[in-house]
């Protein structure tokens, strides 16, 4: 075999060669450019994906009124969200980084899945305890308001006995003395005031000793008083009195007297007098000095 003839053996062998690995090049590029067009369009799911369980975390843990579980729930979410922005970083080349955020993608899927098969349990049993307890509810507020019918009853019968049994003071009359006892005309000469009134009769009012209270009060509504310790309860609070009074109350009807020494400056006007006994008030009139 000639040299010539062997070099152009050798020619062909190198353009056949040439060929292949520039078609393998071809295709190799080719290969790798539709690879990344798909990974471009994988990328571009699992983003809507992600995006999509973000969103479905927050769904969740409006449903529920679970502290603990709604944490769990918001800690899946946060996570997430950062693979998600992990995924938005990667670059289409990177087919490792696509590849491990895929699998991450499948496991927020199936821990999702879970979260939604609990929840779905649980709300359904909240349904169920919610009927019963609705039921319960029914039942204890038919009981609670036939007991507080029968509590009203009976709180009004007691009124009635209690309103039955109270002292009632009538013909309250109040007369301004002068300081020889005679009748003032004029508030200046009024040196006394005598305060009558009649306890009328109550079978129903317990007998025995009985503490009158009567209150003075000038027409500026300030009451008269000798000492600002005389107090007694009425309506659970301290208030003044003027004059107190004890009887012997038999049931039957008695005329009652009190004096009022005036020792303050009296204006003119009109003035009021209220009596009590037994925490309840019992009678009041008014009377007008010049």
């Known amino acids: ?30 290969k790798n450019h539709e ?39 918001e800690s899946e979410k946060l996570k997430t969200q950062r693979l998600l922005e992990e995924l938005r970083q990667v670059k289409t080349s990177n087919a490792s980084e696509i590849m491990r955020l895929k699998k991450e993608l499948k496991t927020v899927r ?22 019963e307890n ?11 308001t036939q ?26 009359v109040v007369t301004p003395l002068n300081k020889r006892g005679k009748k003032a005309r004029k508030v200046k000469d009024t040196k006394k005031f005598s305060i009558s009134f009649t306890i009328v009769k109550n079978i129903t009012a317990e007998t025995g000793n009985k503490t009158l209270y009567v209150r003075i009060a000038k027409p500026d509504n300030d009451v008269l008083v000798k000492n600002a310790s005389n107090v007694f309860k009425y309506e659970d609070r301290d208030i ?8 012997e109350y038999t049931g039957e009807e008695q005329t009652v007297t009190v004096y009022w020494n005036v020792e303050e400056f009296l204006p003119g006007g009109t003035y009021h007098v209220y009596l009590f006994a037994d925490g309840n008030m019992i009678g009041q009139s008014s009377f007008f000095l010049k």
């Open 35 to 73: 690879m990344t067009e798909l990974f471009a369009v994988e990328k571009e799911e699992m983003e809507n994906e992600y995006s999509t369980f973000a969103t479905q975390y927050d769904e969740l843990q409006i449903q529920i009124n679970n502290d603990s579980l709604r944490e769990k729930l």
């Open 1 to 30: 075999m000639n040299k010539n003839k062997v070099l152009v053996i050798a020619i062909v062998v190198l353009a056949v060669f040439f060929a292949g690995t520039s078609f393998f090049a071809f295709f190799q590029v080719k």
């Open 147 to 172: 007991i507080n019918n029968l509590a009203q009853e009976k709180k009004s019968l007691n009124e009635k006995v209690s309103l039955a049994a109270q002292l009632d003071a009538t013909n309250i």
């Open 240 to 247: 003044n009195y003027s004059i107190k009074k004890y009887i």
């Open 110 to 131: 199936a821990v999702l899945r879970t979260y939604v098969v609990q929840i779905d349990s649980l709300n359904k049993i909240n349904a169920a305890l919610t009927e």
């Open 134 to 144: 609705k039921a319960v509810k029914n039942k204890y507020r038919a009981a609670t």
